[in-house]
């Protein structure tokens, strides 16, 4: 499976970015995905994941009620909408997929999640 992740760019406090990350693969529907991000001089956390039913969603508390991730498994994509973004979400963001999540599982954890995307720069200013 190839990861493609894109929509990064600059945007001011307060703004939206709709990241996107296209899959290849015909199995895409049965991969939980899930969203990671990066800041300089930090390690790369977990930010928001679907399983591959789609039925189950999850987010760090940091992006609650700001982000939505969601998946369109005819398109093998999946989004993240990011709204009232802050300069603290700045970081390089990733895409990620696990094959063996089950169908209700969101998987939190980088290290069980088998594929990542090159990253997409988000940067926000104040």
């Known amino acids: 499976v190839q990861l493609q992740a894109s929509g990064g760019g600059l945007v001011q406090a307060g703004g939206s970015l709709r990241l996107s990350c296209a899959a290849s693969?015909?199995?895409?529907?049965?991969?939980?995905m899930g969203w990671f991000r990066q800041a300089p001089g930090k390690e790369r956390e977990f930010v928001g994941g679907?399983?591959?039913?789609?039925?189950?969603?999850s987010y760090a508390d940091s992006v609650k009620g700001r982000f939505t991730i969601s998946r369109d498994n005819a398109k093998n994509t999946v989004y993240l909408q990011m709204n009232s973004l802050k300069p603290e979400d700045t970081a390089v963001y990733y895409c990620?997929?696990?094959?063996?999540?089950?169908?209700?599982?969101?998987?939190?954890?980088?290290?069980?999640?088998?594929?990542w995307g090159q990253g997409t720069q988000v940067t926000v200013s104040s």
């Open positions: 990620a997929a696990n094959r063996v999540a089950g169908v209700n599982t969101v998987t939190t954890t980088p290290n069980l999640y088998d594929y």
């Open positions: 693969g015909r199995t895409f529907s049965r991969y939980c």
């Open positions: 679907i399983s591959w039913s789609g039925t189950s969603t």
